[in-house]
């Protein structure tokens, strides 16, 4: 277990420094975090932890599960607590993207969403793009490049959508 709550920790860190240092704002947490697994044997590791402190159906739909209980992490910028609820086990990918450790869903309002999103087509944000999610929508996507972590803005809306698949 202390495996995947080292991931969660460094996932949770590194995300909330390059949102912030890039945003000059800390932003409100989607409680999605996903792991992406770099092998096999991770994959299945994790899996079986997954399977312990969340409520996995068989809903092939799902990809984010519920925890049983919510992990609790204080921000690295404010220090208040931060609440992870939902978990995604992400298969290996050999791809570039899959070589990431895993990713953090962030929300914002329609109207900074659009600020944003604007000021990353102009390339005014470094290791920013949009990303379109089949069935979801566009996000922001932000890449910290050395931790290999990512952190994905959106309104909340589509941060409740990605918690099902839509392939």
Same mark, same amino acid.
């Given at each position: 277990m202390?495996?995947?709550?080292?991931?969660?920790?460094?996932?949770? %860190?590194?995300? /909330?420094?390059?949102?912030?240092?890039?945003?000059? &704002?800390?932003?409100?947490?989607?409680?999605?975090?996903?792991?992406?697994?770099?092998? #096999?044997?991770?994959?299945?590791?994790?899996?079986?932890? =997954?399977?312990? %402190?969340?409520?996995?159906n068989?809903? +092939?739909?799902q $990809?984010?599960f519920?925890?049983k $209980?919510?992990?609790?992490? +204080?921000?690295?910028? &404010?220090?208040?607590?931060?609440?992870?609820?939902?978990?995604?086990?992400?298969?290996? #990918?050999?791809?570039?993207?899959?070589?990431?450790?895993?990713?953090?869903?962030? /929300?914002?309002? =329609? $109207?900074?969403?659009?600020?944003?999103?604007? @000021?990353?087509?102009?390339?005014?944000?470094r290791? &920013?793009?949009? /990303?379109?999610? &089949?069935?979801?929508?566009?996000?922001? =996507?932000?890449?910290?490049? !050395?931790?290999?972590?990512?952190? /994905?803005?959106?309104?909340?809306?589509?941060?409740?959508?990605? @918690?099902f698949?839509? !392939?």
């Amino acid at each position: 277990m202390n495996t995947l709550l080292d991931r969660i920790s460094t996932l949770h %860190i590194s995300a /909330y420094k390059i949102t912030t240092a890039l945003l000059h &704002t800390e932003l409100a947490n989607a409680g999605n975090i996903g792991i992406f697994c770099q092998d #096999d044997e991770e994959y299945e590791y994790f899996l079986g932890l =997954q399977k312990e %402190i969340a409520l996995v159906n068989q809903n +092939p739909l799902q $990809k984010y599960f519920p925890l049983k $209980k919510s992990i609790v992490l +204080p921000s690295p910028i &404010t220090r208040r607590s931060i609440y992870y609820t939902h978990l995604y086990i992400r298969k290996p #990918d050999p791809s570039i993207y899959g070589r990431n450790l895993g990713d953090i869903d962030f /929300y914002v309002s =329609q $109207k900074d969403y659009d600020e944003i999103k604007s @000021r990353v087509e102009l390339g005014l944000l470094r290791n &920013t793009d949009m /990303y379109l999610q &089949t069935g979801v929508g566009e996000l922001i =996507q932000i890449q910290d490049i !050395e931790n290999r972590v990512l952190a /994905y803005i959106s309104t909340r809306d589509i941060t409740e959508k990605i @918690r099902f698949r839509y !392939e």
